[in-house]
């Protein structure tokens, strides 16, 4: 599916079984409550906090969460990502083709 795809069924399932999105202040702090439970699995999984007990780590459902409720923003306020990507690719290629290369601190 690409993500424009993505947006559209997105878009299809609020519109039916969600009955109306949230609006858009709602969904950026849900987008960024989603952030936070992703954040705190990869400080369990990756950094030095421990799993509470009975505490449950599904990594790839919390990154759909944040990728879902952006794509509902992006909906509400009518970007593209599939295109918004693009363009940033271009951006990063265009501003960043050697900056990362000429770091002396990635060396």
């Given at each position: 599916?690409?993500?424009?795809?993505?947006?559209?069924?997105?878009?299809?399932?609020?519109?039916?079984?969600?009955?109306?999105y949230f609006?858009?202040?709602?969904?950026?702090?849900?987008?960024?409550?989603?952030v936070g439970e992703l954040a705190r699995i990869m400080a369990r999984t990756y950094g030095?906090?421990?799993?509470?007990?009975?505490?449950k780590a599904?990594?790839?459902?919390?990154?759909?969460?944040v990728l879902w409720v952006l794509m509902c923003l992006a909906n509400q306020t009518g970007v593209n990502l599939e295109q918004a990507l693009q363009a940033n690719f271009e951006k990063k290629n265009r501003r960043d083709?050697?900056?990362?290369?000429d770091n002396e601190k990635l060396r």
């Open positions: 599916m690409t993500i424009l795809e993505a947006q559209q069924q997105v878009d299809a399932w609020i519109k039916t079984v969600g009955v109306r609006n858009e202040l709602t969904n950026t702090a849900i987008l960024m409550e989603e030095e906090q421990s799993f509470k007990q009975g505490e599904d990594l790839a459902d919390e990154m759909a969460d083709a050697n900056r990362h290369l």
